[in-house]
Nanobody, 121 residues
Framework: QLQASGGGLVQAGGSLRLSCAVSGRIFSSYHMGWFRQAPGEEREFVAAISRSGSTKSYADSVKGRFTISRDNAKNTEYLQMNSLKPEDTAVYYC????????????????WGQGTQVTVSS
């Protein structure tokens, strides 16, 4: 089970930190990712991190502003979001996959319920 939290309403330029707590599975066995979906849009890749945390991947739209990390001792993944923009407004989903780090939703077997992020201008 994946439980995402930390979303909310923030002004443009502000910051939020999302968390994704994983239970019932061996967290360190999975690569982890964050995706987002705005109303009327397809779900899109945001960031991904390997099992050890040594490999990270970001969408071009968030590079330099977002940082993905994980704490295998706490079974938790994080997404630090800085310099937020109105176009970052979406429901953010965490996901876990057993294969290799990927930007493709189909590569992730398990999904959290999503947390809403709203950035006002």
């Amino acid at each position: 089970q994946l439980q995402a939290s930390g979303g909310g309403l923030v002004q443009a330029g502000g910051s939020l930190r999302l968390s994704c707590a994983v239970s019932g599975r061996i967290f360190s066995s999975y690569h982890m990712g964050w995706f987002r979906q705005a109303p009327g849009e397809e779900r899109e890749f945001v960031a991904a991190i390997s099992r050890s945390g040594s490999t990270k991947s970001y969408a071009d739209s968030v590079k330099g502003r977002f940082t993905i990390s994980r704490d295998n001792a706490k079974n938790t993944e994080y997404l630090q979001m800085n310099s937020l923009k109105p176009e970052d407004t979406a429901v953010y989903y965490c996901a876990a996959g057993a294969g290799t780090v990927s930007t493709i939703p189909l590569a992730y077997e398990y999904w959290g319920q999503g947390t809403q992020v709203t950035v006002s201008s």
